[in-house]
């Protein structure tokens, strides 16, 4: 699951909104004491992350698809 191309990402990565909330989320971690709950909350974080990305991607694509369907069949 991790190990999936970057061609799709560039969406998010220049998504104003979700990089502040990152940037978040990071700067509220590192206020984590205890050094592995740190890294568990993030790793556990950037899996749901990917999950959600995935999710979103395969919505993309199944607009398009509905979309240029539609377009082919006017």
């Known amino acids: 699951m991790f190990k999936k191309s970057r061609r799709n990402k560039k969406w998010k990565e220049k998504n104003k909104i979700y990089l502040k ?4 989320f990071f700067d509220q971690a590192d206020n984590i004491q205890d050094e592995m709950l740190k890294r568990n909350i993030i790793f556990q974080m950037l899996r749901c992350d990917s ?3 995935e999710l979103a ?3 993309f694509v199944d607009y398009y698809k509905l979309g240029y369907k539609k377009a082919k069949s006017e």
Do not use: F, K
């Not at 909330?21 to 978040?24: I, K, N, R, V, Y």
């Open 21 to 24: 909330e990152l940037q978040s």
């Open 51 to 53: 999950v959600l990305t």
């Open 57 to 59: 991607e395969n919505r």
